[in-house]
């Protein structure tokens, strides 16, 4: 069965009028921007998870065999790894994100994946584990009872299973080694980078920063990074940044339209600026059916032939293009209204949302993931 959706969007030639200015928010200077050389580090460690009921990985899995004997022979245990039973012990991958400024001794929390033909994870204990840096360094240790978001249950053919299993988190369950906070006074000056960049909140940032900080000089670089140097006592330099963080500035949202094909889900923020436009939406369904039947030939029949003969059926319905007319000035909640009234799947709006961005009526970016 073949089933094709058309859809036409047409647009009138009326001139799309001046639509209601956006919305300007205030917001803190802290939400909107983050300081250059500050950030995250990436972890990422190896590691075994026991007391598993019977759900580990196979004996097959020879990285899991090896690493067990390897910690056993650290304890003074020395067997051979075919012996090796590992239906109780997983190998996985550990992994954290190591926050700006952490200190030795702070708690992190990390994530335990599978890396072998383990069933589940649920009810395990992560050992003891290393988690390196890009650079090879140790920086953290971890290690706990896993936390598992669902369940698995049964055996053979009949078996239930809720969310993944294979994947798990330890709460606080690794400890920093290594002390990798960042000396602010090492740094030439404060570089506010924006999160979304925009000529016009960068100036907005800088002139708010120049207002409302005594003797700050701020500088826009780019529409992401804007620069402030550094009060002449550096040991005020916490209390500088905490001055400048807690201002609040004027930001205007973009207009954004977001679309995942993949689930059919569609975001749209208020302040899109719609012009006039008609839409006509309407379906031609075409489905074709094919059955086959067996022709026999009589018995009298010299050379007669048994076959399959195909009956192939074509039903087409087209059916009636509904309407929906936005009138100058129409906010999302109109346009959204009349695409539920013509009976517009989620789908059906992601094609009509690009053709009328086609057409000029839609005043947002269109973004799909």
């Not at 972890?43 to 019977?54: M, P």
């Not at 899991?64 to 012990?89: R, S, W």
């Not at 708690?107 to 599978?114: E, G, K, L, M, N």
């Not at 925009?198 to 100036?203: H, K, S």
């Amino acid at each position: 069965m073949k089933s094709i959706r058309l859809t036409l969007v047409c647009a009138l030639t009326m001139p799309l009028l001046a639509a209601a200015p956006p919305e300007v928010l205030r917001v803190p200077i802290s939400n909107i921007t983050t300081i250059a050389g500050v950030r995250d580090n990436l972890l990422v460690g190896y590691g075994l998870v026991v007391g598993l009921q019977g759900t580990g990985d196979r004996s097959q899995t020879l990285f899991t065999t090896q690493t067990l004997g390897n910690v056993l022979q650290k304890m003074g245990v020395t067997i051979p790894p075919a012996q090796v039973m590992v239906d109780n012990v997983a190998a996985v991958f550990v992994t954290a994100t190591l926050p700006p400024f952490a200190r030795p001794g702070m708690r992190i929390d990390v994530t335990v994946s599978s890396t072998g033909d383990a069933r589940s994870l649920s009810g395990g204990l992560l050992l003891l584990s290393a988690l390196h840096g890009p650079d090879g360094t140790v920086y953290a240790e971890a290690q706990g009872p896993l936390t598992i978001g669902g369940f698995s249950a049964g055996g053979g053919g009949n078996q239930v299973q809720v969310n993944q299993t294979n994947v798990g988190i330890i709460p606080a369950g690794g400890i920093v080694e290594r002390d990798t906070a960042v000396a602010l006074s090492q740094l030439q000056q404060l570089s506010l980078l924006l999160r979304d960049p925009n000529f016009v909140t960068a100036q907005a940032v800088a002139a708010t920063i120049d207002q409302g900080v005594p003797g700050a000089a701020a500088r826009v670089v780019d529409s992401r990074e804007v620069d402030v140097a550094w009060p002449a006592d550096r040991a005020q330099i916490p209390e500088f940044i905490a001055s400048i963080e807690a201002l609040t500035v004027a930001v205007t949202p973009p207009a954004r339209v977001v679309i995942d094909e993949r689930t059919g889900t569609i975001v749209i923020g208020n302040e899109v600026a719609l012009g006039p436009v008609s839409i006509l939406h309407g379906n031609l369904s075409i489905q074709i059916s094919t059955t086959y039947a067996v022709s026999q030939a009589y018995p009298q029949a010299q050379g007669g032939k048994t076959v399959v003969v195909p009956k192939t059926t074509v039903k087409a319905n087209d059916s009636a293009a509904a309407k929906i007319t936005l009138a100058p000035g129409a906010t999302v909640q109109d346009l959204v209204n009349g695409l539920q009234a013509i009976g517009a799947s989620a789908r059906d709006i992601v094609s009509i949302l690009r053709a009328i961005k086609a057409a000029g009526a839609l005043e947002a970016q269109l973004v799909v993931i």
